[in-house]
């Protein structure tokens, strides 16, 4: 089925762990973003790439890296986990001409 | 840095009845869509309605509606005959020409419909 695979669905990490979240679409959309939502809250854009090796931060960056060597492909990389990181992580993607964000069904993570 | 304003934390209504949640921006763009999302209880993003910056009326999907009011820099949802369904949280993000990969989201409403 087309559309945005985020995995996996679920992660506990310890404090100081490093991890990566992947996200892959396969729509050839040139444009995909993570964000996160802590609970009750609404979505803060933590990086978005508009193609393949271009990236750029949103409101939220410090802790994350995120690289697109692909069109396809956008992971999210944990560097030193922290408590503050918990959080649901979605990733979104986008074809430059508007109309169709399209939204992976999310990472709930865990940092004890 | 763009703000988008949803100023309806919370909102309960009786099923059946029409219901309208607000959205302000304030984008410098001059062109840009707007999106409207749901997300029910069970975490997914739902795609309800878009509407591009030139499109001559306002958009419609089934039961939801957009009153878009450009000069205003404002895009109201309107529910038509809620349903218990419906409960869920609302999320509005204007989608700038320009910067059109860096989408900001409001902090949303909490729509709950009442039996």
């Known amino acids: 089925n087309a559309g945005v695979t985020q995995t996996p669905k679920f992660q506990v990490l310890k404090t100081g762990q490093s991890m990566t979240l992947q996200c892959a679409q396969d729509?050839?959309?040139?444009?995909m973003s993570w964000y996160r939502q802590d609970p009750g809250m609404g979505l803060r854009l933590i990086h978005y790439?508009?193609?393949?090796?271009?990236?750029d931060q949103g409101e939220v960056p410090n802790g994350y890296n995120v690289s697109r060597s692909t069109t396809e492909d956008f992971p999210l990389r944990l560097l030193s986990a922290a408590p503050s990181q918990t959080s649901v992580y979605f990733c979104a993607s986008s074809p430059t001409q508007g109309g169709d964000y399209t939204f992976g069904s999310g990472t709930r993570l865990t940092v004890v | 840095a763009q703000k988008i304003t949803q100023t309806q934390p919370g909102m309960f209504v009786q099923e059946k009845e029409a219901v309208t949640l607000d959205c302000t921006y304030d984008t410098s763009d001059p062109s840009y869509g707007l999106f409207w999302y749901k997300q029910p209880s069970s975490g997914e993003m739902i795609f309800l309605i878009y509407?591009?910056?030139?499109?001559?009326q306002n958009a419609t999907e089934g039961r939801y509606s957009l009153n878009f009011q450009k000069a205003r820099k404002s895009a109201n949802l309107v529910i038509s005959a809620s349903q218990l369904g419906d409960s869920a949280m609302y999320f509005c993000a204007p989608y700038p020409y320009s910067s059109a990969s860096k989408i900001i989201f409001g902090s949303g409403t909490r729509l709950s419909i009442r039996p």
């Open positions: 509407q591009g910056s030139y499109d001559q």
């Open positions: 790439s508009v193609g393949a090796g271009i990236t």
């Open positions: 729509m050839n959309h040139e444009y």
